[in-house]
């Protein structure tokens, strides 16, 4: 089995058993907040990405199971996922990882982002989107119909335009950490460094 096609079996084995059932979230659990961490944990951490972005993608494989080893495992950091597709295909993408459900966003977004080189580069994307999404238990139907759902379309350009032009988003990724803007995929070591300080001011 290819590499990455072993890394998106690996993320779709946390998946709840609810997720071979048929049929696409709603729009407010589709919409809903999307995190890892715990709801007390002392720090957030809100990144906006792009399912396209090489950076992100970067991010997700290279650096994220750091943070989450180390502080997110660890109850002190919550990070919170929000969209900020750049192009049609980055949109489509965020549509059917929201439209697969609340638990199952996480999964088919590491899933995405761990394939992305491939899907993002082949000549029938969406396709190849698609064939993702079915292990996350959703139909060709499924997908058509989500892609089709122009209020979910909205919401998540009504996302994209507040975070461009209220928090000054003009990349992916871009990090907000206890506020504070992080703009670019940055080293371990330097969110390691940055988070550890907002950690002290909790203190």
């Known amino acids: 089995m290819p590499k990455y096609l072993l890394g998106i079996v690996l993320s779709f084995f946390v998946f709840s058993a609810s997720s ?29 990405s792009s399912l396209t972005c090489p950076h992100c993608a970067n991010f997700h494989t290279d650096v994220l199971p750091s943070i989450k080893k180390d502080f997110i495992d660890t109850g002190k950091v919550r990070l919170v996922f929000w969209d900020f597709p750049l192009g049609n295909l980055a949109m489509a993408a965020a549509m059917i990882a929201r439209c697969s459900g609340q638990n199952n966003y996480v999964p ?11 899907w993002s580069h082949s000549d029938t994307p969406f396709d ?29 350009q009504a996302v994209s335009k507040d975070a461009s032009e209220n928090l000054g988003v003009e990349s ?13 995929n940055l080293p371990y070591d330097d969110f390691k460094d940055i988070l550890n300080k907002a950690l002290a001011k909790k203190q």
């Open 108 to 118: 088919m977004v590491d899933a995405l982002f761990r394939s992305q080189a491939t």
């Open 172 to 184: 992916t990724p871009t990090f907000f950490i206890e506020g504070v803007k992080v703009p670019g």
């Open 20 to 48: 071979a059932l048929a049929g696409n979230a709603p729009l407010a659990e589709a919409m809903a907040e999307k995190s890892i961490g715990s709801a007390d944990a002392p720090v957030t951490m809100i990144e906006y």
């Open 128 to 156: 190849a989107i698609a064939g993702i999404a079915r292990l996350s238990g959703m139909s060709i139907d499924d997908v058509e119909n989500c892609l089709d759902n122009q209020e979910l379309l909205k919401a998540l």
